[in-house]
């Protein structure tokens, strides 16, 4: 399967930046791009996370709460957005015109991607070790991992978000990081013109 743009993630940053990619859909640079999400969630640390300080949501949100309606938000109201379940991605290589994704299930093909993956060893995806570095704003003693990126972006057509982009652990700044390079995305598809996203009353 073919797409325009394919995140790998199913935390914050990779859902926030599907819904900010998915809400593009009436723009004429947007509205015939093929979107999917490789929306692999065991591993996220919104397991078990406890969110009283994150603006809009209600305290006391729990984040494996926030992991069922982000997905059912995001097959609601933008459901043209590819939610590919139940695969592990093993491999992400550089091809001609984009990349190539092999899961355990399946192996997809995408003219971008985004890496949204949690910033946890071992890191195991075939393709990326050589952009593998210390994480610049974790505790030392976690022995974290972030991918080499400017302003998210590791090389042409290759992003990452979230705290694989070394961002700190933080609700806000993870969706944050999600939506910038989500933007920056559509920037790309707007001739560069700089773009956002909001829906109107």
Same mark, same amino acid.
């Given at each position: 399967?073919?797409?325009?743009?394919?995140?790998?993630?199913?935390?914050?940053?990779?859902?926030?930046?599907?819904?900010?990619?998915?809400?593009a859909?009436?723009?004429?640079?947007?509205k015939?791009?093929?979107?999917?999400?490789?929306?692999?969630?065991?591993?996220?640390?919104l397991?078990?996370?406890?969110?009283?300080?994150?603006?809009?949501?209600?305290?006391?949100?729990?984040?494996?709460?926030?992991? *069922?309606?982000?997905?059912?938000?995001?097959?609601?109201?933008?459901?043209?957005?590819?939610?590919?379940?139940?695969?592990?991605?093993?491999?992400?290589?550089?091809?001609?015109?984009?990349?190539? *994704?092999?899961?355990?299930?399946?192996?997809?093909?995408?003219?971008?991607? *985004?890496?949204?993956?949690?910033?946890?060893?071992?890191?195991?995806?075939?393709?990326?070790?050589?952009?593998?570095e210390?994480h610049?704003?974790?505790?030392?003693?976690?022995?974290?991992?972030?991918?080499?990126?400017?302003?998210?972006? *590791?090389?042409?057509?290759?992003?990452?978000?979230?705290?694989?982009?070394?961002?700190?652990?933080?609700?806000?700044?993870?969706?944050?990081?999600?939506?910038?390079?989500?933007?920056?995305?559509?920037t790309?598809?707007?001739?560069?013109?700089?773009t956002?996203?909001?829906?109107?009353?």
């Open positions: 399967m073919n797409f325009d743009v394919l995140i790998i993630g199913g935390g914050v940053s990779a859902m926030q930046c599907a819904l900010v990619l998915g809400s859909k009436n723009k004429t640079f947007a015939d791009k093929n979107i999917g999400i490789i929306i692999h969630q065991r591993a996220s640390h397991q078990d996370a406890l969110f009283n300080n994150v603006l809009g949501l209600p305290p006391k949100t729990l984040g494996k709460d926030i992991l *069922i309606t982000g997905k059912k938000q995001l097959s609601t109201l933008y459901p043209h957005v590819q939610q590919i379940e139940n695969e592990k991605v093993l491999s992400v290589l550089n091809i001609k015109n984009g990349y190539q *994704i092999k899961t355990n299930n399946a192996t997809y093909f995408s003219k971008i991607v *985004i890496l949204a993956l949690n910033y946890s060893k071992p890191f195991t995806i075939e393709g990326l070790a050589t952009f593998i210390p610049s704003s974790a505790n030392p003693s976690k022995d974290r991992i972030q991918l080499k990126n400017t302003n998210h972006l *590791i090389k042409d057509g290759l992003y990452c978000c979230g705290t694989i982009a070394g961002c700190r652990s933080q609700f806000a700044i993870a969706a944050g990081s999600g939506a910038s390079v989500a933007t920056d995305i559509l790309i598809w707007n001739n560069n013109i700089p956002k996203i909001h829906d109107k009353v």
